[in-house]
């Protein structure tokens, strides 16, 4: 089956709405767009909507940190708590830059996925206007113990990702969504990616809708504007430029984009290993960057030795993944 109709096939089983890209050789081998960005005025996604990624922004988050410990201003040894002082008590003394951005950090999540939470469940523990900067999430984040000591596993955590903002911010005096933009954004090119407020859409941004059918959006599922472990706005154009750049090592130095791809954890039950903000497949190349949230579900994969980039974008929950796995399988070298 060819690309076309393998996408075409998936897409109408599985009712996806959003958009799919492939890139192969630097040349666009298929791009097509599904669904509506805006039920209520039957608005189509088009192939420059802009996509709620949720954790896929976790990549860029690790980015904006790992320019900050080139240029000396923080160690990936830093413990986090001499950057962030006494504002996160439960944090402990021995919880490191390199454990956040690893996921082994053991601290306690204020988003936790180990609670098999369902897209469509009210999960902030906050009024959800309240979380629009980084230092409005701190009340989320305190008061949540360790689960286990600093680098003893993986878990995955979002706290652990939103601390990181807070470390980006005082680390630069700037606010985190500056500082993406400043030194991520702007070194790849990307100009329609952004930390939109959910209340202030603008009108190439897709609405998250938590079912197949119906009006029903996430505004009130997730914070009002993302911080370091979600909410970013892309285009699948802009994906594919941020690989390019990051991999090309025009966003951090190449030895830098290296030690980002070095395994922290080896290969997990699911068969996946993972480094400093990216998942790393097994065995391969392969690199890959996800997001799942209420509205929201988010694939793109990029294989060096392949020169192969695909992405995923969607405004439905779960949706992106059937999708993602067919072209997996029809891409297979």
């Not at 954790?55 to 923080?74: D, I, N, P, Q, W």
């Not at 000591?149 to 979002?158: I, L, M, P, Q, V």
Request: charge should be negative.
């Amino acid at each position: 089956m060819d690309l076309d109709a393998a996408v075409a096939d998936v897409v109408r089983e599985h009712g996806f709405s959003g958009v799919v890209r492939v890139d192969l050789a630097g040349e666009v081998v298929h791009a097509s767009a599904h669904g509506l960005a805006d039920r209520a005025h039957d608005l189509p996604n088009t192939l420059d909507t802009q996509f709620g990624t949720a954790s896929v922004c976790k990549g860029l988050t690790a980015l904006t940190v790992v320019s900050l410990v080139a240029e000396g201003r923080v160690a990936l040894e830093t413990p986090v708590r001499a950057v962030v002082g006494d504002d996160l008590p439960d944090i402990g003394e021995d919880v490191t830059i390199e454990h956040l951005l690893s996921h082994r950090s053991g601290i306690g999540d204020y988003l936790d996925q180990d609670a098999d939470l369902d897209a469509s469940d009210y999960v902030m523990t906050l009024p959800v206007h309240r979380l629009a900067t980084t230092e409005g999430y701190l009340p989320a984040l305190r008061g949540r113990p360790a689960k286990f000591a600093a680098g003893e596993r993986f878990s995955y955590c979002n706290s652990g990702f939103v601390v990181l903002a807070l470390v980006v911010e005082r680390l630069t005096g700037t606010s985190f969504h500056e500082a993406v933009e400043e030194r991520v954004c702007a070194r790849a090119g990307t100009v329609d990616t952004a930390y939109l407020r959910s209340d202030e859409l603008p009108g190439r941004a897709a609405l998250g809708y938590l079912d197949a059918v119906g009006l029903r959006t996430n505004v009130l599922h997730l914070p009002v504007r993302g911080s370091g472990d979600g909410g970013m706005y892309m285009t699948a154009d802009d994906l594919h430029a941020l690989w390019d750049a990051f991999l090309g090592g025009r966003i951090v130095d190449p030895p830098w984009v290296a030690e980002m791809l070095r395994p922290r954890t080896d290969v997990m039950d699911d068969g996946r290993r993972y480094g400093l903000g990216v998942w790393l497949d097994g065995t391969g190349d392969g690199v890959v960057l996800n997001g799942y949230d209420a509205g929201v579900s988010a694939v793109t994969r990029h294989e060096p030795s392949r020169d192969l980039t695909w992405s995923v974008l969607a405004n439905r929950s779960d949706v992106a993944w059937p999708v993602s796995q067919r072209l997996r399988e029809v891409l297979a070298g």
